[in-house]
């Protein structure tokens, strides 16, 4: 990893890169499964920086980017959820968004926005963290292992006959 990144929290400033990000995540995983995950519509991008936007403001959220000359290059969203009966889940911290543009792929600055995340909601005093990830993401699925993530559940999703 180079030593030129720099990890920091997100600020409004950060709001419309953190958008496309967030757009090409909705793209991936739209690619991955349209009918599953919502297509990005024409302003995705300003929705999702808005999205992340109410985010900044929540005391049991945080983002984190990664930049290097000032450039934002990736970033990690983390939250506490609270206990969840429906899902059989005592509070945990969650790991909602991880996205590194293309060209810093594979190079550690994922797994680095994902420690940083990871220390932040041990440092709220949660007891695990957990995140979801698409079936088709390989690449992620790997990632995630390497950093001491295991399966627990499996999603299924069938399509209602119209």
């Known amino acids: 990893m180079n030593d030129d990144i720099i990890v920091r929290r997100a600020a409004p400033a950060d709001l419309p890169v953190l958008g496309r990000l ?7 995983h739209h690619d991955f499964d349209p009918c599953r995950f919502m297509a990005p519509a024409e302003h995705a991008q300003q929705g999702y920086a ?21 450039t934002v290059l990736g ?4 939250a506490i959820e609270g206990k969840a009966w429906k899902e059989l889940r005592d509070v ?18 994922g797994a680095r926005l994902l420690d940083v995340a990871a220390q ?18 390989a690449g ?6 390497k950093l001491g993530f295991r399966r627990t559940m499996i999603e299924m999703t069938r399509e209602v006959a119209r």
């Open 92 to 109: 945990a911290g969650f790991i909602h968004d991880v996205a590194v543009v293309e060209s810093e792929r594979r190079q550690g600055l």
């Open 50 to 70: 808005g999205f992340l936007g109410e985010q900044l403001e929540q005391d049991t959220a945080a983002i984190f980017v990664a930049e290097r000359g000032g």
């Open 75 to 78: 970033y990690v969203y983390a």
């Open 140 to 145: 992620a699925q790997r990632l995630f292992a």
């Open 120 to 137: 932040w909601l041990a440092g709220q005093g949660v007891p695990r963290v957990m995140l979801w990830t698409a079936e088709q993401n």
């Open 22 to 28: 967030g757009a090409l995540l909705m793209r991936a």
